[in-house]
Every structure is written in structure tokens, then in C-alpha cells.
């Protein structure tokens, strides 16, 4: 699903390292101090609500196996966690598994789990706990898109032992364990997994360091330490529970009135931080910014290719050539933002990109409109071929794009038009964004996927992918149809050779620019501002959502 701005990874972000921040939270021998025990920056201090503000859409459901957006993935990180996460360095490393083997045709993936684990409700972590949250995955009455996608491939699923899950795979898939670190295939109770998705939305259970207490629709949701917390892996951090006591988790759309809460002191943390923002904070010493860019799919917009104008590749260079994407994030975003010119993030190691292909270019572009027949112009100075205008539908979430990247839409409309093509961008609120995307009434789209792993390129250029979820979200939402694109991504995701992976997804990447599918922007935007005051914060998960296990409040 679309990630309106992807459990337990626990990676620091190195541009925003503190010296507090740990590597990968873990157990020690060192207990937690007592509450006041201390007040300076370097000694911990148990006790406290952290406030986090939170400009994403209020998420429908807090069980992220339900729909898949960010604004799950951020909150359930506090209380869900994932068989997988990331370390320091961008490995996977088992956190609730213990370890995995594959067999030699990759077909069967054994995955342990592991022991003396229990969710916040008493029940056990085991295999057959993690084969219920599989199957509530895969079951269309669970309407998952993000997780669904991710397990795509398994087949069957047995629990042979307590600490053992035998997978069948229908195809090899090397993408399984980066998925397994995704919030959106968390672990969760199997015992509350049969409640009613009512009940489990409101309130999910599982391992993590802090518990749903209540959530206060339109407002907020309240979170409690988990007395009983203990990490799986053994790490340089704290034992015992967290330190804070719990977390209000505070939804609040407007980004003055967010930032505004946080000089006041309001509010510890924000997200979704305004570039302007972030360059005033850079001048405050009681202001911090951790900077933690997403994996998987880049900012981009994508190009409906199913239907007219964009079914002609003409059109679809000319309106690559015909918008100055450089002046508009150079003027707008103050130096938070570096263009991207690849359909991955920087993060991803395996991105492939080719900045030639991207320039803006008008007299160009002209040149291509008259190729593809757009040779007359109308009254208002808009392109026409056959006495029709050259327009472009542009629905836009208000709830995903951020003001700066709103106003580039419009500076893009600004300098499309001077080549004559017109661009309606419509303001949108979540749901009214998804109902046009599922009847396919756009011609472009900004829709941010984030996907640990280059895996993401199948998720949203294979041909599969133009077939709807469960959920009704269909994720190929530039409608590439290409069987030679096809076959360079199935290849990549079942290959065992890294160097073979490396070059058929560079080819794969290189089949959409130069088809001209989508116009990359930057990675996708993921900047929180918090309080001096606010220490340990910097360790996040794989999918770049901050976790607060090693957090605390000085005085």
C-alpha cells in the first residue's frame, strides 16, 4: 500500500547520531536507574511520557497486517516486533527468529524462532504464533496490501516443532528475510489475532516495549511501558524495560501548529518536519533533527502508461523534459532534500540511476509533442491534437505530500504549461486519493512505497502488480506491462549469485527510466524534530521509523 508517509530494526540514522543513541537496543547487566535517579544529559532517567506529534493521517487500524501505510508502521514499532531487523551497518540480523536456513532449490525456507519469548497478553512466542500472523495475513478478510505483497510467494506453512516454521515458497524468493523486518509483517498475539478486527485494530498485542492502553480516535493513542519487556538479542543498551513510562501519541495535520507544540514544549517530537523548519531548528540549540531516509522506492511521480495521453512514450519524455524539477526542490526545500534521478533510495545499495535522462529540457519537449500529433494550441495556450487539450489528472494526498512538495506539484504545473501541457492537481484527503487511484482516474501519481530491499522494483513495475490486493490497492500504479521487465525482475528476486542480483535489477531499473514511467524527485521525505531534553532518540528500524526503547527525559 501507499505509504502515507515501513519493526523492531533497530538501526541508528548517521546523520543524526547522539552520543546517547545506541547501535542495536539490547540486554546488558546494567539496570535501569531508579526514577529521578538522574538529571544531566548522560545519565538515564527512568520515568515520563514522551508526546509525539504526528502529521501523518490518522492511521484507520493500529494492526499494520490490516491496509500497510506508514503512519502504522510508526506507531506499531513501539509495541510490535519483527522476526528480522537491521544493525548499524544495514545487515539483517534475527530479532524474534534466531536464525533461518534455505534449501538448495530454494524452494524451502525453515525459519527458527526464537524461545522464552511472550506477548504483552502471557501468550507464548512460538511457531505456530507466527504461522497465525502469516495466514492472518494472507486471508483476504484481513484486507492487507503491504504484508499480503510481501509474503506473495510462500505457499504452505508448517510449525514442525515450537522454535521451528517450515515455509514452501511456489518460486525462490531472496527478498523473504528483508520482509520479515517490516513492520507489516510484525508478530502479534495469536491470541488476540481472533478477536474481532475491530477489537485488534483498536488495541494489538505484541512483544514490543510498550502496549496499547487506549487510543482516543481523532486525538490520540496511549501507550504503557511494558514492565515485563526483555530484548531478544544480547546488545549494547539497557536491561529491562524501557525507561520511559509511556508514550501519548498525538495526531496533529497542520505543520505550524506541530512545530509550534514542540518550541513550546508541548510536544517532544514531531514528524513530517518542514524543510523551513529544519533549517530554523538547525540554529537552536534546544532543537534537534534526526534525519532517517526510507528504504525502498524514491519520491517519485509515476506515469499512467494504461491510457491516453501517456500510452504514447512520446508524450511521456515530453512531460519529463517539459517540468524543472531542480529549481522547484532547490527553491523549496533548503538544502533537506537532494534530487534523485533513480527509482530507489539512496539507502538501497542495489539503486540504479541516470541523471541524462531527466533534464529540463522545453525545446525538446516541444519537439516530442509534435511528434506525437500535439501540434495545435487552444486559446489558453494548452497543446490539443484532434481538437483535444493536452490535461493531466494529478490527485495529490494531502495527507502524504507535504506543503514544500505540494507547492513543487504546482511549480511543475507552472513550467508544464509553458510547453502547453495542463496539469489539474486535485487536493485529496487519504481516502478520496485511494477511491481515484482504484478507478485509475489519474495520469500522475506521487506515491511513496517503502520496502526494505530492491525486491520493491516488482512490487511496483511487475506486471502482477496491476492486480488489486485484498485490499483493493494495486501498487504497479505506472501500469507497466513488459514482459522482458518481467522476467529481469523474477529473475532478480529468486537468484542466489549477488553479482547476477546487482545487474538484473540495474537492467530492470534502467527498462523503466528509459521507458520513461515515472519522474524521480528525491528519497522519501523523513524528518523528525524533537527536544534537547529528548535523549536516546536516533535508533530507528529498517523501514527508518523511530523506535523508543533507549529514550529518556532530562530535566
Not at 512466542?125 to 510467494?153: I, M, Q
Request: with cysteine; glycine share 6%; aromatic share 8%.
Amino acid at each position: 500500500m501507499i505509504h502515507a508517509r515501513t519493526l523492531a530494526p533497530r538501526v541508528l540514522s548517521t546523520s543524526a547520531m547522539l552520543a546517547a543513541a545506541l547501535l542495536l537496543a539490547g540486554c546488558t547487566s546494567t539496570p535501569a536507574p531508579a526514577p529521578g535517579a538522574g538529571n544531566d544529559a548522560g545519565t538515564p532517567v527512568s520515568g515520563g511520557t514522551l508526546v509525539y506529534a504526528s502529521g501523518d493521517a490518522e492511521p484507520s487500524c493500529l494492526d499494520p497486517h490490516v491496509g500497510g501505510n506508514y503512519p502504522q508502521a510508526l506507531v506499531s514499532s513501539q509495541y510490535l516486533e519483527t522476526l528480522y531487523t537491521k544493525d548499524a551497518k544495514g545487515e539483517l540480523v534475527p530479532w524474534l527468529a534466531s536464525g533461518s536456513t534455505v534449501s538448495d532449490d530454494g524452494l524451502t525456507r525453515t525459519v527458527k524462532i526464537r524461545e522464552g519469548i511472550k506477548f504483552t497478553d502471557g501468550t507464548e512466542l512460538d511457531a505456530a504464533a507466527v504461522k497465525a500472523n502469516f495466514e492472518h495475513l494472507r486471508d483476504p478478510k484481513t484486507a492487507s496490501s503491504t504484508g499480503y505483497l510481501a509474503l506473495g510467494k510462500i505457499k504452505t506453512m508448517k510449525a514442525v516443532d515450537a522454535s521451528t516454521l517450515e515455509l514452501k515458497l511456489s518460486t525462490p524468493d531472496n527478498a523473504l528475510l528483508e520482509s520479515f523486518s517490516m513492520p507489516w509483517v510484525a508478530i502479534e498475539s495469536p491470541t488476540a489475532l481472533k478477536r474481532s478486527q475491530e477489537e485488534n485494530c483498536a488495541a494489538p498485542v505484541g512483544t514490543g516495549p510498550f502496549k496499547v492502553e487506549s487510543w482516543k480516535k481523532q486525538d490520540s493513542v496511549n501507550l504503557v511501558r511494558n514492565a515485563d519487556y526483555v530484548q531478544p538479542t544480547d546488545s549494547p543498551s539497557h536491561a529491562g524495560p524501557a525507561y520511559l513510562e509511556g508514550i501519548t501519541w498525538r495526531f496533529i495535520p497542520e505543520a505550524a501548529t506541530r512545530y509550534a507544540a514542540l518550541q513550546a514544549g508541548e510536544v517532544n517530537i514531531i514528524d513530517n518536519a518542514q524543510p523551513d523548519t529544519i533549517a530554523a531548528a538547525a540554529k537552536n540549540d534546544t532543537i534537534k533533527h534526526l534525519d532517517a531516509p526510507r528504504p525502498g522506492a524514491s519520491n517519485r511521480i509515476e506515469l499512467n502508461s494504461s491510457k491516453a495521453p501517456f500510452d504514447d512514450v512520446r508524450v511521456r519524455e515530453a512531460f519529463i523534459h517539459a517540468v524543472n524539477v531542480n529549481a522547484g526542490v532547490d527553491s523549496l526545500f533548503f538544502g533537506t532534500a537532494k534530487r534523485s534521478y533513480s527509482p530507489l533510495s539512496s539507502v538501497e545499495p542495489l539503486g540504479f540511476s541516470e541523471e541524462s535522462l531527466f533534464a529540463y529540457d522545453p525545446a525538446k519537449a516541444g519537439e516530442l509533442l509534435d511528434a506525437a500529433g500535439y501540434t495545435q494550441r487552444d486559446a489558453e495556450g494548452y497543446r490539443t491534437k484532434d481538437g483535444k487539450r493536452l490535461s493531466l489528472v494529478f490527485p495529490v494526498s494531502t495527507s502524504q505530500s507535504i506543503p514544500a512538495e505540494q507547492s513543487l506539484f504546482e511549480q511543475l504545473q507552472a513550467t508544464a504549461k509553458e510547453s502547453g501541457i495542463e496539469i489539474k492537481i486535485n487536493l485529496l484527503d487519504l481516502s478520496s486519493w485511494y477511491g481515484e487511484l482504484f478507478q485509475h482516474n489519474y495520469n500522475l501519481v506521487s506515491a511513496p512505497y517503502t520496502k526494505v530491499g530492491p525486491s520493491v522494483l516488482s512490487i511496483l513495475f511487475h506486471s502482477d502488480s496491476t492486480i488489486p490486493a485484498p485490499s483493493g490497492y494495486f501498487a504497479n500504479l505506472s501500469q507497466v506491462k513488459n514482459p522482458e521487465l518481467d522476467k529481469l525482475l523474477e529473475t532478480a528476486g529468486s537468484t542466489k549469485d549477488d553479482a547476477e542480483r546487482k545487474d538484473l535489477y540495474a537492467k530492470a531499473q534502467k527498462l523503466v527510466l528509459e521507458g520513461y514511467y515515472l519522474l524521480p524527485l528525491y528519497d522519501q521525505q523523513n524528518h523528525f524534530l524533537y527536544s534537547a531534553k529528548t535523549q536516546g532518540v536516533g535508533t530507528t528500524t529498517a523501514v527508518a521509523s523511530p523506535t523508543f526503547f533507549d529514550t529518556w527525559l532530562s530535566k
